[in-house]
């Protein structure tokens, strides 16, 4: 397996502008995890899905913010609209069960200017 | 509220000075401890997980271990490719399947 799938790599985009991220997780995982890391804050838990549905959402730090789970290959991030704020390394990972490790992508650099 | 600190923030050590990571955590009915490594511009990489205090895993020059309020990563006879940032990260509490993570420990091993 090529491991869990994000893109793109990089977004520069107007403040404003709608942003999709996207991730394709390890096959056969039943977990998948959004994550954003900040240097201020750290790696911050966004929205957690189980078997395609959402389970935790409590991290989505504002209505601007969605997720998306149509499938259990494919999950998405949209950030409408975009403000200077949300700049950030934005990261999905995917798990096989409940008490296992996370595998991550390589992360989406999101830049609002 | 913190539930998981990680300490030192930042690490210099010289090649083939041993030392260890600290992650203390205050969250109840832990289920799991996990280590991870984050090279730049990169996704964490997992590295162990650990279940119950006392348990103990090793991988090259790393050793993790666990106890009731604590972990330590202990790094033997480092080199330079082990400079990298180290995760903390435990999942237990009210909420299944949430991953707490610490800030880390910038390590760095010189030549």
């Known amino acids: 397996d090529a491991g869990v799938i994000q893109s793109p790599r990089h977004e520069v985009t107007e403040m404003g502008q709608e942003v999709t991220l996207r991730c394709k997780p390890i096959?056969?995982?039943?977990?998948l995890f959004w994550y954003r890391q900040t240097m201020m804050r750290g790696l911050e838990l966004l929205i957690y899905?189980?078997?395609?549905?959402?389970?935790?959402d409590s991290g989505m730090p504002e209505d601007r913010f969605s997720a998306k789970m149509p499938n259990a290959s494919f999950s998405t991030l949209k950030i409408q609209p975009s403000e200077p704020r949300d700049s950030a390394v934005y990261f999905c990972?995917?798990?096989?069960?409940?008490?296992?490790?996370?595998?991550f992508g390589q992360g989406t650099r999101l830049t609002v200017v | 509220e913190d539930q998981v600190t990680q300490s030192p923030e930042a690490l210099r050590l010289q090649e083939g000075e041993s030392s260890s990571l600290n992650c203390s955590y205050t969250?109840?009915?832990?289920?799991?401890l996990f280590w991870y490594r984050q090279d730049p511009g990169k996704g964490p990489e997992f590295l162990f997980t650990?279940?119950?205090a006392g348990e103990e895993k090793e991988k090259e020059r790393l050793k993790a271990t666990l106890t009731k309020k604590e972990s330590f990563l202990h790094i033997t006879a480092p080199k330079p490719e082990d400079s990298a940032t180290y995760l903390c990260a435990v999942q237990g509490g009210s909420t299944l399947g949430r991953l707490y993570f610490g800030r880390g420990t910038q390590l760095t091993v010189w030549p």
């Open positions: 650990l279940y119950s």
């Open positions: 990972a995917s798990s096989p069960g409940m008490n296992t490790e996370a595998f």
């Open positions: 899905f189980n078997n395609n549905v959402p389970i935790d």
């Open positions: 969250v109840s009915g832990l289920r799991g």
């Open positions: 096959s056969g995982h039943d977990y």
